[in-house]
C-alpha cells in the first residue's frame, strides 16, 4: 500500500447488527431492488468512481451481503468467503467525505425504501444507525 492506512478511533462498531427478521419481511426480489436503487443513486454521485464499471454485477454482489446480514442464506460467504468489509475496501481511498456520499445515497433509497421495497418500518432506524456506523468503520483516510 502506498499511503498510511488510518484507523478509526472507535474501532468495529459495537452496535447490534440489523434485525435478522428483515429478510423474512423483505424477500430476495426486494432485498436486491433495494441495492439496485442504492447503487442506481452512486452512479450519480461524486464517489462514483470507487466503484466497478458494471453497476448491476456490484448491486447484486452487495445485495447477497445484505441478504446475510438481514438474515436469508449466506449467498456472500459461499460466493466470496468471509466478508472482512473493512480490508475488502482499503485499496479505495475512504474519507469522512466519501462515507457521507455514501450514506447519502443509502438514505435516498431508505427514505421510500418501505413503500417501494417493503423494508419494515420498525426496522429502519436501527438499520440506519447501523450503516452510520458500518460506513464509519470503512473510512481508511484522513
Known amino acids: 500500500m502506498d499511503r498510511p492506512i488510518y ?36 452512479e450519480k454521485s461524486s464517489i462514483r468512481h470507487m466503484f466497478p464499471s458494471n453497476m448491476k454485477e456490484a448491486a447484486q454482489r452487495s445485495a447477497d451481503f445484505f441478504v446475510s446480514l438481514f438474515g436469508g442464506p449466506p449467498r456472500y460467504a459461499e460466493k466470496y468467503g468471509p466478508p472482512r468489509m473493512r480490508a475488502r475496501h482499503i485499496p479505495f481511498r475512504i474519507d469522512e467525505e466519501a462515507r457521507h456520499v455514501w450514506l447519502a445515497c443509502f438514505n435516498t433509497v431508505l427514505d421510500r425504501a418501505v413503500e417501494q421495497h417493503n423494508f419494515p418500518a420498525q426496522h429502519l432506524e436501527d438499520f440506519r444507525i447501523w450503516l452510520d456506523g458500518f460506513s464509519g468503520w470503512m473510512v481508511n483516510t484522513k
Open 7 to 42: 484507523t478509526p478511533a472507535g474501532g468495529i462498531p459495537q452496535g447490534p447488527a440489523p434485525s435478522r427478521e428483515i429478510y423474512d419481511l423483505m424477500g430476495d426480489e426486494h432485498v436486491y431492488g433495494l441495492l439496485e436503487d442504492f447503487y442506481g443513486e452512486l
